[in-house]
Structure formats: C-alpha cells, structure tokens
C-alpha cells in the first residue's frame, strides 16, 4: 500500500465574488493574499506536484486542508477540477479533510460548503460511527487493504488572523468508537487532519495557529501500537512521534503543495508512506519540486 500525501493547496479564484462577500475576514486575508503571500503560492506548483503524483504509482492520496483560500464556490469548483483532471484517480482512491481556510467564514459552515463540493472524497465505510457536526459528518472511515484513513475536520470559523483549530468532544468521541471497531482494529489507522497533534509552546501561538484540544486527541490514540497521523498547516514537512502507552505513532506534516520557497523543507512537494501487507509502515519519504527543472528531488522527511 502507498499512499500520497499533499497539503495547503490554497486555491485563488476570485471570479464572480463581488465586494460583499468580503465584508468579512475574507477582507483582512484579501489583503494579506496583496502584500506578502499571493507571490508564494503558485498554481502551477500544485498541477506538478498532482502529476508527479499520478507518476509515483500510488494507491491512495490524501489531501490534509487548506485546499482553497477563502472558502469562495469558485474555489472548491477549482479544486475540484484539479483533482479530477490532475490526478485521474477514482473518487474512493482520494481522500481530503478541511482546514481553517475551507471554514474561512461562519457562512461557508452553515452552508456546510467544503462537504458538499467534496462529498465523493469523504464516503464513510462506518458512517453510523461519524458524530454530525455543523459543517457535516466526521469521522468518515475509508478500510483499505492494510490501512484504515480516518479523517477528522479541525476546522472552525475564528475571528481575523486567528487559525487554530478544534476537533470538539462529539469527533473525539466518535473517533474513540471508530479505533474499537473490529475492521478498524485489524488495520493500520492512518488519521488525516489539517492541525497539527503537537501545538506550538507558547500560549499566544497556541491561540493564533495551534490545535485547541492536541492533548484530548493524543489521548484518544493512547492505546494504539502502530499508527501514523497526518497534518498540514504549518507549510514544512515535519514528523515527531506520538508517544502511546504501547508504543509510538508517526505524526507527519507535509508542506504547502503550492509554496515558492528557498527552504527545501518549506519548498513545495508531496509526501510517499509505504506499508507492508500487514499493516506496518516501511517508508517515510519527501518528494521535493525543483522549479527550474520541473523535477522533484527525493529527501527525508526531517524529525522535530
């Protein structure tokens, strides 16, 4: 089993959105997007790296949030034309999760926007265990030979310049059912989520960007032997352990797939996990663009 991991797509379409829709945070991220990040993210990043990805004989790919910018109609329509022109796959081979900018207002919530553009990429194999949420049902549970991809929305709306994220007793609660079932039990759990399980240590950076409930959720995984957990968020590829009671789980975090970077840790790319029949992961490995070659160059995934 191989699967990919990309993350933070941040898809721009601003057609047809005229001045109201942004009478709100969508404001302050417009003029963030003018003066310091619309230069960093290119489109033409991510189309690479989906087509690396169709290269790199995978079984399933998994998106972990941000896939738009401000949460408009036009962007999920963009996105989702990218998926299926890009990555060819079927439906049931891709798998993607919200992040803070697919909730990037209170509106895009109640119209529960990011499930019903994506609703095909979130099919739950146990959908009597998902928690109903106001943006939808989560977890969903997709079994896949060895591996059971979980996904989980740490996505809320917050004020202006606030993206931290939340997971919410009812999800923790749910994902606990979830981890008991006897399918789910026989597999691997790979668990995709946009926030990252470790918070930053300081409180403010907690507050601005962190994950509200990390420790709840490092809990409610307290019993698993073998695992890995997947994030984006925080624009660099990354990975530290999940310290359990019975072992130690991988939480890996992949870059922005369309971030313009010197970084090569920052720069982006997409991440390959391997897994044996059994279950066990065998490979951990970053796959990096290099812009002026239209390559990508294979490197570890560096530990924190």
Same mark, same amino acid.
């Given at each position: 089993?191989? $699967?990919? @991991?990309?993350?933070? *797509? ?41 087509? !690396? ?11 972990? /949030?941000? %896939?738009?910018?401000?949460?408009? !109609?036009? !962007? ?22 919200? /992040? ?34 106001? %943006? ?12 059971? $991809?979980? /996904?989980? #929305? ?20 749910? %994902? ?17 989520? @946009? ?24 809990? &409610? ?9 997947? @994030?984006?968020?925080? @624009? ?21 797939? #369309? *971030? ?21 992961? &065998? ?10 070659? !239209? ?10």
């Amino acid at each position: 089993m191989r $699967i990919a @991991h990309l993350s933070d *797509l941040h898809v721009l379409a601003l057609d047809g959105a005229g001045p109201v829709r942004f009478l709100n945070k969508r404001f302050t991220g417009w003029v963030n997007l003018k003066v310091k990040r619309n230069h960093k993210h290119r489109p033409g990043h991510v189309r690479a790296v989906a087509r !690396e990805i169709t290269r790199a004989n995978v079984d399933q790919v998994i998106v972990t /949030g941000d %896939l738009t910018n401000l949460a408009l !109609e036009g !962007e999920f329509e963009a996105v989702r034309a990218l998926l299926e022109e890009e990555l060819g796959l079927p439906h049931d081979r891709i798998t993607v999760v919200p /992040g803070n900018h697919d909730l990037y207002t209170s509106g895009a919530m109640r119209s529960k926007r990011f499930c019903s553009y994506f609703q095909p990429y979130i099919e739950s194999d146990l959908p009597e265990l998902a928690a109903d949420l106001p %943006l939808g049902r989560f977890p969903f549970v997709k079994l896949r030979g060895p591996v059971a $991809i979980i /996904g989980l #929305s740490s996505a809320v709306p917050r004020l202006p310049l606030v993206a931290s994220g939340e997971l919410g007793r009812q999800q923790l609660e749910a %994902l606990s059912r979830i981890l008991a079932h006897d399918e789910v039990k026989r597999r691997t759990p790979v668990i995709a989520l @946009h926030h990252p399980a470790h918070n930053p240590s300081s409180q403010y950076e907690q507050f601005m960007r962190g994950l509200s409930d990390a420790d709840a959720l490092v809990e &409610t995984l307290a019993h698993l032997q073998q695992g890995l957990v997947l @994030h984006g968020h925080l @624009h660099v590829r990354q990975k530290k352990p999940i310290v359990t009671r019975v072992g130690e789980i991988p939480c890996v975090g992949a870059t922005s797939a #369309s *971030l313009h970077h010197d970084d090569e840790h920052r720069m982006a790319g997409f991440n390959l996990y391997d897994f044996s029949p059994s279950g066990e992961l &065998t490979n951990i490995e970053a796959h990096v663009y290099q812009p002026g070659s !239209e390559a990508f160059r294979l490197a570890a995934v560096p530990s924190i």
